[in-house]
């Protein structure tokens, strides 16, 4: 693997942006939208509410200066009301935040996959939530998902089950202490 750099989302330049969006899409579940409001606000709510309110929390990887992946997140999430606005499911797992407070998500550009790339941002981001005191962090995803494997291996040990408005979820927690 050639070298890679991680780059803080207020350093990035127009076409690192963009190609950050293409990874969104191309690493989405979701593929088909009824038209561009519901796309753009599919956009918002998993991508760039994080650009807008938690910048400092946004890094991508780039390998020969070409974005590889980018993870993002909000390191309390109990404390971001809007979160639980925008992403309602997030209510579903409540009781689990004191133990796993940040909240993240994390895709990487098809070509890297299974480089390591995401395990370096993963502990990036472990670095500086421990340097804020941060006990855990945590993701949501789907019960099917393929990623669950990638966060296994990345040390999202605990888990647990549970549906919000019919729609089954699994969240992930990795221990920061």
């Known amino acids: ?62 390998v020969d200066s070409q974005v590889k992946g980018y993870i993002c997140g909000i390191s309390e999430i109990l404390k971001d009301k809007k979160s639980f606005e925008i992403s309602s499911h997030l209510h579903a797992f409540k009781d689990l935040y004191k133990k796993f407070p940040a909240h993240l998500h994390i895709n990487m550009a098809s070509d890297s996959r299974g480089m390591g ?5 993963i502990n990036h981001f472990e670095k500086l939530l421990k340097e804020r005191s941060i006990v855990g962090m945590h993701i949501i995803t789907s019960p099917k998902a393929q990623n669950i494997r990638f966060y296994t291996k990345n040390h999202f ?21």
């Open 1 to 62: 693997m050639s070298d890679y750099t991680i780059k803080n989302f207020l350093d990035l330049n127009d076409t690192e942006i963009e190609k950050v969006n293409e990874i969104f899409f191309e690493s989405s579940s979701k593929s088909h939208f009824l038209g561009t409001k519901e796309k753009e606000k599919f956009q918002y709510k998993y991508l760039d509410y994080y650009k807008v309110f938690f910048p400092q929390l946004f890094f991508v990887i780039t």
């Open 117 to 121: 790339l995401g395990s370096i941002l």
């Open 157 to 177: 040990k605990f888990s647990k089950h549970a549906s919000y408005k019919s729609i089954n979820y699994l969240f992930m927690g990795r221990s920061l202490t």
